[in-house]
């Protein structure tokens, strides 16, 4: 079974400024899927960005942008020119893309960073 | 479009009660699925639905039952509701076509049993 970690509970950034909120993720599979998802107080799943494992390039998202280590299982999420409007909880997310039944085509969840914006 | 609906958002059970969470979903997803989130936690898959007629179970099913006998339509039935299934209840879907990446959620529904 596939495990994702996010060993960050909670980080704090001044606005304006840049933060990285890193995830690991465990998996014997080549082919799969990677999400963040942002949920803010309204508990609203927004899905802020995705990333395709058999892609090299990173994803970028206007400030939202990825540093994906496939090697070493890393999916990090970057936010540029953090705004008070991304003050939320934040999930890393995993997905097979091999459709083989037993919940392979659900998600897979961290336990989330909660995100603090300083203004 | 209303995209996935959830009802109801708020519901208080007695222990040994029993309910339906309604889900609904207007884009005409072959896929639908049932999550919990419980406090600090991330989301739980409990059921999955690739079309009408067909659901299996995911990480943590026991407890719950579900049917899928419309495409628009996955309701997730607690019996005997127990206070460890005081949770959030999320309901998603997604489109079958292998270009389609994305889950989309409904807004939760807030479970609380006592």
């Known amino acids: 079974a596939q495990t994702v970690t996010q060993s960050q509970p909670e980080m704090s950034v001044q606005e304006a400024e840049t933060v990285t909120l890193s995830c690991t993720y465990d998996?014997?599979?080549?082919?799969?899927?990677l999400f963040w998802y942002k949920q803010p107080p309204s508990r609203q799943m927004i899905l802020v960005i995705r990333?395709?494992?058999?892609?090299?390039q990173n994803a970028t998202e206007n400030r939202f942008s990825v540093n994906f280590q496939k090697a070493a299982k890393s999916f990090s999420l970057k936010i540029s020119d953090s705004q008070l409007g991304d003050a939320a909880m934040y999930f890393c997310?995993?997905?097979?893309?091999?459709?083989?039944?037993?919940?392979?085509?659900?998600?897979?969840f961290g336990k989330g960073t909660h995100l603090i914006i300083q203004p | 479009n209303a995209g996935v609906t959830q009802t109801p958002k708020f519901r208080i059970l007695k222990i040994g009660q029993s309910m339906t969470l309604q889900c609904t979903q207007d884009?005409?997803?072959?896929?639908m699925y049932w999550y919990r989130q419980d406090p600090g936690m991330g989301l739980k898959l409990i059921y999955y639905?690739?079309?009408?007629?067909?659901?299996d179970k995911g990480e943590v099913p026991n407890g719950y039952n579900v049917s899928r006998s419309t495409t628009e339509d996955f309701p997730l039935r607690l019996e005997l509701a127990a206070p460890s299934q005081t949770s959030v209840y999320f309901c998603?879907?997604?489109?079958?076509?292998?270009?389609?990446?994305?889950?989309?959620f409904g807004p939760g529904t807030r479970l609380t049993v006592t």
């Open positions: 998603a879907s997604k489109s079958r076509t292998s270009s389609s990446y994305e889950q989309y």
């Open positions: 998996t014997s599979e080549s082919d799969y899927y």
């Open positions: 990333q395709e494992a058999y892609k090299q």
């Open positions: 997310a995993y997905r097979s893309a091999e459709h083989s039944g037993g919940g392979a085509d659900g998600l897979t």
């Open positions: 884009m005409n997803h072959n896929y």
């Open positions: 639905s690739v079309g009408a007629g067909i659901t």
